[in-house]
């Protein structure tokens, strides 16, 4: 079965330190993997998906099949990205999400 | 742009009673997923549909139930509450289903007491 592993509950850093939310992932196909932020009674909104090779608000994931993660990386936190980080994984032939079980992320100024 | 909406955003109910919650999915989305997140846990899905039809089903009691209408908006129908109910209740949509990207509502808060 699928499944997603985020080991750190909670990651408190100091404003422009950088930033490592680490992801791991069971399964022996092809998952869609993605980071979803939740701000401070906000819903849950897509941060970015490893399909998209994007960077979004200064946040890049790579997914590294071999150790199977997927660390959501940032190089300088800022106080704004303090938020419930999710990772979660989506199989190719369902739809539904497996969400990891978050890591709050605290940045300090 | 419209976002997924969700009604009622806070509900408390009484042990043994029914509840009812909606989701108004972004216009032009045929997909449309529940997810459970207890307090302190990750959201857990628990059904999804497309184009009216259930798609994938995952940890939902019996006890639930849950259709997606015409106008594709989704009913998520709880009886026999128990306290272990209490819970943020997630609706998400998405254009075509897999592999698309899912957008979510604010969520529900149930309380039941």
Known sequence: AQRVTQPEKLLSVFKGAPVELKCNYSYSGSPELFWYVQYSRQR????????????????????????TSFHLKKPFAQEEDSAMYYCASQHHNTDKLIFGTGTRLQVFP | AAGVIQSPRHLIKEKRETATLKCYPIPRHDTVYW????????????????????????????????????????????????????ALYFCASSATGVGDTQYFGPGTRLTVL
């Open chain 1, 44 to 67: 849950l909104q897509l941060l970015l998906r490893h399909i998209s090779r994007e960077s979004i608000k200064g946040f890049t994931a790579d997914l590294n099949k071999g150790e």
């Open chain 2, 35 to 86: 997810y459970q997140q207890g307090p302190g846990q990750d959201p857990q899905f628990l059904i999804s549909f497309y184009e009216k039809m259930q798609s994938d089903k995952g940890s939902i009691p019996d006890r639930f139930s849950a259709q997606q209408f015409s106008d594709y908006h989704s009913e998520l129908n709880m009886s026999s509450l128990e306290l272990g109910d209490s």
